[in-house]
């Protein structure tokens, strides 16, 4: 199912239903900025999509980075960003610990990430999740068995 907004480019598959999806900060980032209304839109209906389905997962470096970043953006919105960041606690955060940082270097170097991208990856890992939901790398690519997603390329499919 397509979002409203854009189309699915031709041959391009949907995530699998009842797949786990790691969704980075900038996703969430899009979902409350009103500076691109069309990013924005798609943005929340990958969100809403993902509640419904409890298909959403996510890391304490994504919220970290979602609440740093929205505050940023907006310093009145710093209680927005803090319900924010406690209800997405609901997507069971994966927490940094010894083993992610190791896998997360050992991605670094096999895929040759950024550490902050590599521990993305790491964490989607840790969450037994087959997608992970970016614009900050290439969609379509692999990595580690996870199929990387741009949000604004592919739409969420409908729940089952």
């Known amino acids: ?22 969704v980075d900060s900038n996703v969430l980032l ?12 798609i943005a929340q209906n990958w969100r809403a999509e993902l509640w419904k389905s409890h298909r959403g997962r996510i890391s304490f470096q994504v919220l970290s980075e979602f609440y740093v970043n929205a505050v940023r953006k907006r310093p009145s919105a710093r209680e927005e960003a803090r319900a924010e960041v406690r209800d997405l606690l609901a997507w069971n955060p994966v927490v940094t610990d010894a083993a992610l940082l190791e896998r997360g270097w050992k991605l670094q ?7 902050w991208d590599a521990l993305i990856v790491a964490a989607a890992k840790a969450a037994s999740c087959k ?9 379509g690519q692999e990595l580690d ?6 949000p604004f390329v592919r739409a969420p499919e409908s729940a089952p």
């Open 145 to 150: 068995g996870i199929e990387v997603v741009n």
């Open 131 to 139: 997608y992970l939901l970016t614009e900050d790398l290439q969609s």
């Open 109 to 115: 170097d096999r895929y040759k990430l950024s550490y």
């Open 1 to 22: 199912m397509t979002a409203p907004g854009y189309a699915d480019p031709p041959g391009v598959d949907q995530p699998a239903a009842g797949a786990l999806v790691f």
């Open 30 to 41: 899009y979902a409350l900025d009103e500076a691109d209304p069309k990013k924005q839109k």
